[in-house]
């Protein structure tokens, strides 16, 4: 059983500042997928992540695959009310298997 | 792009009731779907895979008997929950694969809660 461990779970900050969530695991992950996902609605892909070591950017949003594929961090700079939301991390094995997901991150960003 | 819909969004009923959940790929064939199950504050926990046209793969710990999925097209896959109980309230999420393993797409849940 693969297992994503994701921290912090909780985190409150101010607009403005910078903030990163990790996502560890002793498994190797064949892609590593972000979701961000509001209450009441199916979760929406952000981005995926498939070679070790491998940077994406979405705007203030910077995503990181670990050069061994078992870990990736999301980073928010400048954050925004509106980012404020459940982000989830999910983990695949095979093309075709479900997501292991780890336990999210809620994110509240106050004005 | 690839859009997923989830029916009914919401359910209330009593307990004993079975109660059907579909999913639907609306714009691709979907090979595989994925059924999850979130209770509140938590994440989102793998349940079953469904296969169109096989029997569905179900995770350790989740009753086949009790959670019912049929696959029979390319499009749509139901979950039916049997005999529901207060203990199955929880928001369950499909999820849809297409042919050439993209990333998964969601559905918007549906809320199911027992009385």
């Known amino acids: 059983t693969q297992l994503l461990e994701q921290s912090p779970q909780f985190l409150s900050i101010q607009e403005g500042e910078n903030l990163t969530v990790y996502c560890n695991s002793s498994?190797?992950?064949?892609?590593l997928q972000w979701y961000r996902q509001e209450p009441g609605e199916g979760p929406v892909l952000l981005v995926t992540v498939v070679t070790g070591g491998e940077v994406k950017k979405l705007k203030r949003l910077t995503f990181q695959f670990g050069d061994a594929r078992k870990d990736s961090s999301l980073h928010i700079t400048a954050a925004q009310p509106g980012d404020t939301g459940l982000y989830l991390c999910?983990?695949?094995?095979?093309?075709?298997?479900?997501?292991?997901f780890g336990k999210g991150t809620h994110l509240i960003i106050q004005p | 792009g690839a859009v997923v819909s989830q029916h009914p969004s919401w359910v209330i009923c009593k307990s004993g009731t079975s109660v059907k959940i579909e999913c639907r790929s609306l714009?691709?064939?979907?090979?595989?779907m994925f059924w999850y199950r979130q209770f509140p504050k938590q994440s989102l926990m793998l349940m079953a895979t469904?296969?169109?046209?096989?029997?569905?793969?179900?995770e350790q710990g989740v009753e086949k008997d009790k959670f019912l999925i049929n696959h029979a097209s390319l499009t749509l896959s139901t979950l039916t929950v049997t005999s529901a109980h207060p203990e199955d309230s929880s928001f369950y999420i499909c999820?849809?694969?297409?042919?050439?393993?993209?990333?998964?797409?969601f559905g918007d849940g549906t809320r199911l809660s027992i009385l």
């Open positions: 469904s296969n169109e046209g096989s029997k569905a793969t179900y």
């Open positions: 999910a983990g695949l094995v095979g093309g075709a298997d479900g997501l292991t």
């Open positions: 498994s190797v992950f064949s892609s």
């Open positions: 714009d691709f064939q979907a090979t595989t």
């Open positions: 999820s849809a694969l297409g042919q050439y393993n993209q990333p998964q797409h």
